[in-house]
């Protein structure tokens, strides 16, 4: 674990990190079964394919535009040092007061203070993934604050107990007789199997909470380090709501937000919209400049930006993954991820989830840990061709396992590949061990022994084919 | 804050982020080399990748008035916005008369501006004059609709750019069930660069505390994946185009 990174047991997440492997493939495998659930989320997922498709090709050139967004977040990225102080003079010239956190526990303790100064009773929450990374609502219960989460899906999970299944669909997993259910019990509705009423029924749960709310805690996508704005992209317009009439703005970022210019998102904004979910842009991108201003009809008093590192300089300092912090959060990678749809968003353990959950979670909770989570994937290098910003996403699975090795080799995978070596090297011995291979496959099946149990649980092997490979091509030519 | 604890956090991030970049990254992956290409040359060369650049690979936003104009309300239409156009504002200001009859709404709010006070003074309904000194949100909620103007329209994403410095503020835009937006003909443009400038020329180097580009009625997509409009923001947007 990186020193200074810190984690709170959580209620999907293992109790112990040692336990995390285990939990994946246990609940990996349990997923797997579950056909039905698999069929569900496929079906959900259905419709976003064939709205991305025609987004996509309402740009006149997608690849370079992703050129272009990778590079605006390469250079931005790559010039933090410069423009994390810009930003935080531009923000606070607008009248915003800017908080450090090193960890999530500072994070947590500075959002507490600020909560005692505001004297807050209620609290609203709009839609905010690296809240969740801090496990703030826990901590603000605990401290006796109500708070309740303003995004529909976000609310959902909420009362389910649950942490969001997919980073921007949390409830994607939750059939409507279920929401219906959830409302009943919680709400005291009606049951309905109508999602627009049940739509319905939280936007009027939810706008006396708007009002009478004393904070509103957002995240942000974007931090501009020119104008010193912080962007927030939404659907609903909750998180609009949050920052509008609550008395107190609290948003939360990680330090890799900042973009250098406000013309970046005139790039960045279509691009996570249609990559994230087919829409030629989200309904709400909105720029905040500090609190309400003299002459502005309404806003809060306060605004507060709480700028959190929590092991994102541990990323920067991997020039060769430096680029997995240009991610936007788009979601596109988990949308397109064999692994993802077949073994579920909760199966992940961690707080994003998908391939670039995959990447970043070992730098931020340990790669002994978690590098479980590189194994599991294909390497099609579908979320790689569905990242608008070009982050290199199943290399950098690689690398992980790379890195894995080299810091904690398994004894058994260096004596499988010396063995590997002895035999790929030595033409004559290949071919004997290939017949051998070819004439004792019956015996394998038969005797199951453990190394191959797990494999051969849900496989069949292939039968053997009578001639090698060399000895079929040489008869062909 | 004013603990010192505070000043360390900063310290020690900004310390570390300076150590973490001492060792450069390579480029990112491209499919080619225009963008690098485009910026301008020099160490810094590739820090700046102006927006003009990227223009020609975006969605397009019309080069003429009437493409423009062409683009928007297929895009508005497409986001299950309602639009419609008026000569001028006194037609604006009859159509949203008749919009006010017909839903039997009983408090429409409004804020003072050129181009929504002659449609607000014959609504035909109480209404609810925002300023900086009558915000009061219980009244705000209270009401059937809200109506501004708008900073921009822009093309290319159907989208209506709002300021809380000359729309109203923060939640006009966002609290009342009905959004309707008055938009004037010389107000689109045709790409959100194109809306940044604006924005930028307008108000001069300080921003006001919230833009807002709004594209469509409020939605959510959160259950079953399936569209339903109106989740918390405005059920229903308007876009009045006047000229």
């Not at chain 1, 800017?98 to 959002?111: C, G, M, Q, S």
């Not at chain 1, 201003?293 to 060769?320: F, K, Q, W, Y």
């Not at chain 1, 909760?346 to 909770?365: A, D, N, W």
């Not at chain 2, 989208?159 to 729309?167: E, K, R």
């Given at each position: 674990?990186?020193?200074?990174?810190?984690?709170?047991p959580?209620?999907?997440?293992?109790?112990?990190?040692?336990?995390?492997?285990?939990?994946?493939?246990?609940?990996?495998?349990?997923?797997?079964?579950?056909?039905?659930?698999?069929?569900?989320?496929?079906?959900?997922?259905?419709?976003?394919?064939?709205?991305?498709?025609?987004?996509?090709?309402?740009?006149r050139?997608?690849?370079?535009?992703?050129?272009?967004?990778?590079?605006?977040?390469?250079?931005?990225?790559n010039?933090?040092d410069?423009?994390?102080?810009?930003?935080?003079?531009?923000?606070?010239?607008?009248?915003?007061?800017?908080?450090?956190?090193?960890?999530?526990?500072?994070?947590?303790?500075?959002?507490?203070?600020?909560?005692?100064?505001?004297?807050?009773?209620?609290?609203?929450?709009?839609?905010?993934?690296?809240?969740?990374?801090?496990?703030?609502?826990?901590?603000?219960?605990?401290d006796?604050?109500?708070?309740?989460?303003?995004?529909?899906?976000?609310?959902?999970?909420?009362?389910?107990?649950?942490?969001?299944?997919?980073?921007?669909?949390?409830?994607?997993?939750?059939?409507?007789?279920?929401?219906?259910?959830?409302?009943?019990?919680?709400?005291?509705?009606?049951?309905?199997?109508?999602?627009?009423?049940?739509?319905?029924?939280?936007?009027?749960?939810?706008?006396?909470?708007?009002?009478d709310?004393?904070?509103?805690?957002?995240?942000?996508?974007?931090?501009?380090?020119?104008?010193?704005?912080?962007?927030?992209?939404?659907?609903?317009?909750?998180?609009?709501?949050?920052?509008?009439?609550?008395?107190?703005?609290?948003?939360?970022?990680?330090?890799?937000?900042v973009?250098?210019?406000?013309?970046?998102?005139?790039?960045?904004?279509?691009?996570?919209?249609?990559?994230?979910?087919?829409?030629?842009?989200?309904?709400?991108?909105?720029?905040?400049?500090?609190?309400?201003?003299?002459?502005?009809?309404?806003?809060?008093?306060?605004?507060?930006?709480?700028?959190?590192?929590?092991?994102?300089?541990?990323?920067?300092?991997?020039?060769?993954?430096?680029?997995?912090?240009?991610?936007?959060?788009?979601?596109?990678?988990?949308?397109?991820?064999?692994?993802?749809?077949?073994?579920?968003?909760?199966?992940?353990?961690?707080?994003?989830?998908?391939?670039?959950?995959?990447?970043?979670?070992?730098?931020?909770?340990?790669?002994?840990?978690?590098?479980?989570?590189?194994?599991?994937?294909?390497?099609?290098?579908?979320?790689?061709?569905?990242?608008?910003?070009?982050?290199?996403?199943?290399?950098?699975?690689?690398?992980?396992?790379?890195?894995a090795?080299?810091?904690?080799?398994?004894?058994?995978?260096?004596?499988?590949?010396?063995?590997?070596?002895?035999?790929?090297?030595?033409?004559?011995?290949?071919?004997?061990?290939?017949?051998?291979?070819?004439?004792?496959?019956?015996?394998?099946?038969?005797?199951?022994p453990?190394?191959?149990?797990?494999?051969?649980?849900?496989?069949?092997?292939?039968?053997?084919?009578?001639?090698?490979?060399?000895?079929?091509?040489?008869?062909?030519s | 804050?004013?603990?010192?604890?505070?000043?360390?956090?900063?310290?020690?991030?900004?310390?570390?982020?300076?150590?973490?970049?001492?060792?450069?990254?390579?480029?990112?992956?491209?499919?080619?080399?225009?963008a690098?290409?485009?910026?301008?040359?020099?160490?810094?060369?590739?820090?700046?990748?102006?927006?003009?650049?990227?223009?020609?690979?975006?969605?397009?936003?019309?080069?003429?008035?009437?493409?423009?104009?062409?683009?928007?309300?297929?895009?508005?239409?497409?986001?299950?916005?309602?639009?419609?156009?008026?000569?001028?504002?006194?037609?604006?200001?009859?159509?949203?008369?008749?919009?006010?009859?017909?839903?039997?709404?009983?408090?429409?709010?409004?804020?003072?501006?050129?181009a929504?006070?002659?449609v607000?003074?014959?609504?035909?309904?109480?209404?609810?004059?925002?300023?900086?000194?009558?915000?009061?949100?219980?009244a705000?909620?209270?009401?059937?609709?809200?109506?501004?103007?708008?900073?921009?329209?822009?093309?290319?994403?159907?989208?209506?750019?709002?300021?809380?410095?000359?729309?109203?503020g923060?939640?006009l835009?966002?609290?009342?069930?009905?959004?309707?937006?008055?938009?004037?003909?010389?107000?689109?443009?045709?790409?959100?660069?194109?809306?940044?400038?604006?924005?930028?020329?307008?108000?001069a180097?300080?921003?006001?505390?919230?833009?807002?580009?709004?594209?469509?009625?409020?939605?959510?997509?959160?259950?079953?994946?399936?569209?339903v409009?109106?989740?918390?923001?405005?059920?229903?947007?308007?876009?009045i185009l006047?000229?």
């Amino acid at each position: 674990m990186t020193p200074g990174a810190d984690t709170t047991p959580h209620a999907f997440e293992a109790e112990t990190p040692r336990l995390a492997k285990k939990k994946f493939l246990h609940d990996a495998a349990e997923h797997v079964r579950d056909t039905g659930h698999r069929a569900f989320v496929r079906k959900a997922l259905g419709g976003y394919y064939t709205s991305r498709d025609a987004q996509k090709a309402r740009f006149r050139d997608w690849e370079q535009a992703r050129d272009a967004a990778s590079l605006a977040k390469w250079s931005a990225v790559n010039r933090l040092d410069e423009l994390l102080p810009t930003f935080v003079a531009n923000f606070e010239a607008n009248g915003g007061r800017v908080h450090w956190a090193r960890t999530a526990d500072e994070a947590r303790t500075i959002i507490l203070e600020l909560l005692r100064d505001a004297k807050a009773k209620a609290v609203i929450k709009s839609k905010c993934m690296t809240s969740e990374e801090i496990h703030l609502n826990a901590a603000l219960e605990q401290d006796g604050y109500g708070v309740v989460e303003s995004d529909l899906g976000e609310f959902i999970q909420q009362l389910r107990g649950e942490p969001p299944y997919h980073f921007v669909f949390p409830c994607m997993h939750v059939r409507r007789e279920e929401i219906s259910d959830l409302f009943g019990k919680h709400l005291g509705t009606p049951p309905t199997d109508s999602p627009e009423e049940l739509t319905m029924i939280a936007r009027r749960h939810m706008r006396r909470l708007y009002v009478d709310a004393d904070v509103g805690i957002t995240g942000a996508n974007f931090l501009v380090a020119e104008t010193g704005q912080i962007s927030i992209t939404e659907n609903e317009g909750n998180a609009r709501l949050t920052a509008a009439l609550p008395r107190v703005h609290i948003a939360i970022s990680g330090i890799e937000k900042v973009v250098e210019h406000l013309d970046d998102l005139a790039v960045l904004l279509p691009m996570l919209a249609t990559a994230g979910a087919g829409q030629p842009m989200t309904c709400y991108n909105t720029l905040y400049a500090g609190p309400r201003r003299p002459g502005e009809c309404d806003g809060p008093e306060e605004m507060h930006l709480v700028l959190l590192d929590n092991s994102r300089t541990a990323i920067l300092a991997d020039p060769e993954q430096r680029d997995s912090l240009h991610c936007i959060r788009c979601g596109a990678c988990l949308n397109v991820c064999p692994i993802f749809k077949n073994v579920g968003g909760f199966t992940y353990g961690t707080t994003y989830q998908g391939p670039i959950g995959s990447v970043i979670t070992p730098h931020l909770r340990g790669l002994a840990d978690w590098n479980h989570l590189s194994g599991a994937s294909s390497l099609c290098g579908a979320c790689t061709d569905a990242c608008p910003v070009r982050i290199d996403i199943h290399h950098h699975l690689l690398h992980n396992r790379r890195n894995a090795a080299a810091t904690s080799p398994s004894r058994l995978e260096r004596l499988g590949h010396r063995m590997f070596v002895m035999v790929a090297s030595r033409p004559w011995l290949f071919a004997a061990g290939g017949a051998m291979f070819r004439k004792s496959l019956w015996l394998l099946k038969k005797l199951r022994p453990p190394l191959l149990r797990d494999w051969l649980a849900t496989r069949d092997l292939p039968a053997a084919p009578a001639r090698s490979f060399r000895s079929q091509w040489r008869a062909r030519s | 804050m004013t603990a010192g604890g505070d000043t360390t956090a900063r310290d020690t991030i900004l310390a570390r982020v300076r150590e973490a970049l001492r060792v450069p990254a390579p480029l990112p992956h491209m499919k080619s080399h225009a963008a690098v290409a485009a910026a301008p040359a020099g160490p810094d060369s590739l820090t700046i990748l102006p927006v003009e650049v990227a223009r020609p690979w975006l969605p397009d936003g019309g080069e003429t008035a009437e493409e423009r104009l062409a683009i928007l309300t297929e895009n508005l239409g497409k986001l299950r916005a309602e639009v419609q156009r008026a000569a001028d504002l006194t037609a604006a200001a009859a159509q949203v008369a008749a919009l006010v009859r017909e839903r039997g709404w009983k408090r429409v709010a409004w804020h003072t501006h050129p181009a929504v006070e002659p449609v607000a003074a014959t609504l035909g309904c109480d209404s609810y004059r925002l300023d900086s000194t009558s915000f009061d949100k219980d009244a705000l909620e209270a009401c059937d609709a809200g109506i501004t103007a708008c900073d921009a329209a822009i093309a290319q994403t159907g989208s209506i750019l709002v300021s809380s410095a000359s729309c109203g503020g923060r939640a006009l835009s966002i609290l009342p069930h009905v959004h309707i937006v008055i938009v004037t003909l010389d107000q689109i443009v045709a790409t959100l660069g194109d809306a940044l400038d604006a924005i930028r020329t307008k108000h001069a180097g300080r921003m006001p505390s919230m833009l807002s580009f709004i594209t469509g009625p409020s939605r959510t997509g959160d259950i079953e994946r399936i569209l339903v409009l109106g989740a918390h923001g405005p059920k229903e947007l308007f876009v009045i185009l006047v000229g």
